[in-house]
């Protein structure tokens, strides 16, 4: 078995100080977000970790990719009827978190779910390819069955069938509106900078910074 206690890295990249950042997070969110984009550094740099927390106060994790962020929130594409899907309609308060180690930066956002309208899933469900919209339909995500062979043989199916594809009403977009959002970058001698904005009680941001 491999020896882990020696595997650490030391980040010496950038920096995140108070006369980069603006009053709203959105924008640093943006920027960074952009900067590992065009850096073509990270292979799918909208993956992110979704954590949400069941009826038995189970957390659970997963990654979901994100499709769409605004200051109005963060939005993803998953079936309603899901594990995460049930959760989130149990107890809408999620946590969502990047990591893109090409630039040693952490974003974790907390936050609460609403469904996306009917119109606005439509639009990107039938924006997508076939294959995907059939395997969204084809799959009872999360359902146990019985063996690989069965979900091929629904999704050649429903490839097959000369019959329209339609969105599931159980398949959609959710969006999460932003509570807080923490920006972490990694720094030398595991000193990183850590910038938590949350709202004050006039519902405007404001940031503080934490220690490491
Ligand atoms: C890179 C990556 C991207 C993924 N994107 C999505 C996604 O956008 N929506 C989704 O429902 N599942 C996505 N998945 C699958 C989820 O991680 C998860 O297996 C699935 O949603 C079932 O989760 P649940 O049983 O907790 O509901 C993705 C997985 C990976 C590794």
């Not at 090409?102 to 639009?123: A, F």
């Not at 390819?129 to 062979?149: F, L, M, T, W, Y």
Request: aromatic share 12%; glycine share 4%; proline share 4%.
């Amino acid at each position: 078995m491999k020896d882990l206690s020696d595997f650490r890295i030391s980040y010496e990249k950038y920096n995140l100080s108070e006369n980069s950042i603006s009053e709203d997070p959105l924008s640093l969110f943006k920027n960074w977000f952009d900067e590992i984009c065009d850096s073509k550094q990270v292979k799918e740099p909208n993956a992110m970790t979704l954590s949400t927390v069941d009826s038995q106060n189970t957390p659970t994790n997963r990654v979901v990719l994100l499709k769409k962020f605004s200051e109005k929130g963060f939005v993803f594409y998953t079936n309603y009827d899901s594990r995460k899907g049930k959760s989130i309609a149990n107890n809408p308060n999620v946590c969502i978190s990047f990591f893109w180690p090409s630039h040693e930066r952490q974003v974790i956002i907390k936050g609460s779910c609403k469904l996306l309208s009917d119109k606005e899933s439509d639009k990107y469900f039938y924006s997508r390819p076939k294959d995907s919209q059939i395997g969204a339909v084809a799959s009872d995500q999360s359902k146990e069955i019985p063996n690989r062979k069965f979900i091929e043989d629904k999704f050649r199916l429903l490839n097959e069938s000369k019959s329209k594809i339609t969105r599931p009403k159980h398949w959609g977009g959710i969006i999460v509106s932003c509570d807080s959002i923490e920006f972490w970058q990694g720094r030398k001698n595991r000193l990183h900078d850590r910038i938590l904005f949350d709202k004050d009680k006039k519902n405007n941001w404001v940031y503080k910074r934490l220690s490491p």
